[in-house]
């Protein structure tokens, strides 16, 4: 990457930009505390984001070790993953970065409210997106030297230890590298290096014979569970979450000025199809693209993220922005009319503003913060044994987070639950109903689900 000033002031942007959101982020004390716990080479851990993330956790915890801040931390993490991640975008498209197509698509990724979001959180997605967006910029055929093509083939295999989920997208284009040269052995030993780089301090944490164990749970868990409890409304799940959450456009419970933004999406996604589809591509090119698209979105939708569905749409989103990008400028190229060119203003401060907005919403706690700082209270005030009763992904942020009590799964111990008869019993969430007696209190803790539609609503029932 040679020295180029805007690269630079671009990168400080995207640094200072995360670095002050995360110095007023209120929930810092809460989650990040709970990831810096997790933050393990435990394959154990498959009910978090980081058993497939042993890369991720290496470098956040080398960030965290000199900046001695784990906000800060995670958000320079943010920060230069976004700036990648614009960087390795414009190098697909072939622009500079000082030029219309250049910096529209920057400002786009930018201020997406998606990549913004999530590059302020304490998950290793932006930076797993920037990586796919740099193999796919050195394994998609275009220039297609073979020296690009071992860098594209050992940075997948770094990637697969920053985010394990993202390794459907990038099959079709190992595949494509891997046989369409005469060096396929070497592409094969560029990528198995870079999956070894990580795996061997795995394997050592974990032991052997325990690894290939969970390992062998994990994969016959995840895949059979996806295949055999597959539902339609995944389908629509996906489509959700990439409409609204990756693109910011107008879902029922959004607000109203998302509608602004919806019909810019639809516009410049028709007028970018346009433009792009006139592009010269190489054959092969075209096939690796919708390849990868197909095998990603089949794999999204029919193993979605859990509990946090919105990240699975993640690497689409750089190409939609690509295309909107495209379509912003063909429309104002060929209606070069006043209200034209204030139709894409409109667009864009809505967009940007909006971006802002939610990033100021992400400050404050969100629902399942506040329920944990509740029941601290409660836990301090009490007398005799807590019982806590909820799902287990609410029980290990609570356990982590050093919540004392006695924890009931609702997935687990349904039988012992409805049993309880000595001490105080709090249930977390919305619901579980499983007590045979009302609840002398209920307590209610929301947060914007613009920001984050996980756990927007969590009720608290004490009885």
């Known amino acids: ?23 007023y982020y209120v929930e810092d004390v809460e989650n990040l505390r709970y990831a810096l716990n997790v933050m393990e080479f435990d394959w154990a851990l498959h009910h978090t984001d980081y058993v497939g993330a042993p890369l991720f956790v290496a470098i956040t915890k080398g960030v965290y070790f000199i900046s001695g801040n784990l906000p800060v931390a995670f958000s320079m993490i943010g920060g230069v993953g976004l700036f990648l991640l614009i960087y390795f975008t414009l190098n697909v498209l072939q622009v500079p ?6 910096g529209l698509t920057a400002l786009l990724i930018f201020f997406s409210q998606a990549i913004w979001l999530t590059s302020n959180r304490y998950l290793p997605d932006v930076l797993a997106v920037s990586g796919l967006m740099a193999c796919f910029y050195y394994l998609v055929p275009d220039h297609y030297q073979i020296k690009q093509v071992y860098k594209g083939c050992f940075v997948a295999g770094l990637i697969l230890g920053i985010k394990l989920t993202y390794l459907p997208f990038l099959i079709v284009p190992l595949l494509y590298a891997f046989i369409s040269n005469k060096k396929f052995l070497s592409c094969i030993a560029y990528f198995l290096l870079g999956v070894v780089l990580w795996l061997i301090p795995v394997i050592i944490a974990t032991g052997w014979t325990e690894f290939l164990s969970l390992s062998v749970d994990h994969i016959k868990n995840y895949i059979l569970s996806g295949l055999t409890n597959f539902k339609v409304s995944q389908v629509f799940n996906f489509l959700e979450n990439l409409w609204a959450d990756g693109l910011g456009g107008f879902w029922i419970d959004k607000s109203p000025f998302t509608l602004i933004i919806s019909i810019g999406i639809l516009f410049c996604t028709f007028f970018g199809i346009i433009i792009l589809l006139s592009f010269d591509y190489p054959r092969a090119k075209n096939y690796v693209i919708s390849g990868t698209f197909g095998v990603y979105i089949i794999w999204a939708i029919l193993f979605p993220n859990q509990y946090h569905g919105s990240v ?19 429309f104002i190229v060929n209606y070069n009319y006043l209200s034209a060119k204030l139709m894409v203003l409109v667009f864009l401060i809505t967009n940007i503003s909006f971006t802002i907005y939610l990033v100021v919403q992400h400050m404050n706690p969100t629902a399942l913060a ?6 601290d209270e409660i836990e301090g005030d009490k007398n005799d044994s807590l019982n806590l009763v909820s799902v287990q992904s609410i029980n290990f942020y609570l356990e982590a987070q050093k919540v004392k009590g006695k924890f009931y799964s609702v997935e687990l111990d349904k039988e012992k639950i409805g049993g309880i008869k000595m001490g105080k019993v709090i249930t977390i969430g919305t619901g579980p109903y499983l007590l045979k007696r009302n609840p002398k209190k209920v307590t209610a803790f929301h947060h914007n689900p613009e920001v984050n539609r996980n756990w927007a609503d969590i009720w608290v029932y004490e009885y």
């Open 370 to 375: 506040q329920a944990k700082m509740y029941v």
């Open 97 to 102: 970065l000082v030029s219309l197509e250049g």
């Open 1 to 23: 990457m040679r020295i180029y000033i805007p690269n630079i002031i671009l990168l400080l942007l995207c640094l200072i930009s995360r670095i002050l959101t995360s110095l």
């Open 312 to 330: 699975d749409v993640l690497p689409l989103v750089p190409f939609f922005l690509i295309t909107i990008s495209y379509g912003i400028i063909y």
